[in-house]
Every structure is written in structure tokens, then in C-alpha cells.
């Protein structure tokens, strides 16, 4: 399995921007699908976005499309979320997930590699 370390959570105001980073090791990542996955509390994780092993394919939970981007960067071992526009409801802990090559999933079954994660407040 690989593992992964998020970092560049903090707290940010409404309608300001945060990059997340996740960084891998222990195994070959360009193989592996990335996610981003958040749990806000009292509720359960939910899909963010995700991006496939090669061709850069990507999926957006319909809450984030438009504001969030995923991408990915495989000569650093590294994957990135930048979130723009931020809302209170964005207020999470976000973890970064790997999932085999293949199928590009957006739920938590899709990944079986995950980070600690990293908070993320937005204040209103």
C-alpha cells in the first residue's frame, strides 16, 4: 500500500482559498487513482474529487465543481486540491485516499489508501 500525508489545512475566511497537499510514498503512485474525500462533524465522509492514474481524468462532487480542482503532479509523488471560493460548509477534515488503477471511483470503497487528514475551517 502507499502512504500518504496531507498537509495545508488552516482556517480561512469565506470566499477565500486553501491548497491542500498529499504527498505518497512506499509505492509506485502514478499507478494509483487520487482522492479527496471530507468529513464534516456529526456527518459522514463524503467524495470531494478524485483524478485517475494517467490521462488526468477527473470527477467533482457537485458541492466543490467549479471551485475545487484537483491535479496531480507524479515526479513529485504528490496530488494537490485547490479550493477557491470557500464556504462555511466547506468546513471539514480532508483526506486524501489512493485507489487502484482502473476504474476512476467516487466513493470510499473505490480507495483503499488513506491519509490522517487535514482540517479545513472556513468562518462565515
Known amino acids: 500500500q502507499v502512504q500518504l500525508v496531507e498537509s495545508g489545512g488552516g482556517l480561512v475566511q469565506a470566499g477565500g482559498s486553501l491548497r491542500l497537499s498529499c504527498a505518497a510514498s512506499?509505492?509506485?503512485?502514478?499507478?494509483?487513482?487520487m482522492g479527496w474525500f471530507r468529513q464534516a462533524p456529526g456527518k459522514e465522509r463524503e467524495f470531494a474529487a478524485s483524478?485517475?492514474?494517467?490521462?488526468?481524468?477527473?470527477f467533482y462532487a457537485d458541492s466543490v465543481k467549479g471551485r475545487f480542482t484537483i491535479s496531480r503532479d507524479n515526479a513529485k509523488n504528490t496530488v494537490y486540491l485547490q479550493m477557491n471560493s470557500l464556504k462555511p460548509e466547506d468546513t471539514a477534515v480532508y483526506y486524501c485516499?489512493?485507489?487502484?488503477?482502473?476504474?476512476?471511483?467516487?466513493?470510499?470503497?473505490?480507495?483503499?489508501?488513506w491519509g490522517q487528514g487535514t482540517q479545513v475551517t472556513v468562518s462565515s
Open positions: 483524478i485517475s492514474w494517467s490521462w488526468g481524468r477527473t
Open positions: 512506499g509505492q509506485t503512485f502514478s499507478s494509483y487513482n
Open positions: 485516499a489512493a485507489g487502484p488503477r482502473g476504474y476512476l471511483g467516487t466513493t470510499i470503497g473505490d480507495f483503499n489508501s
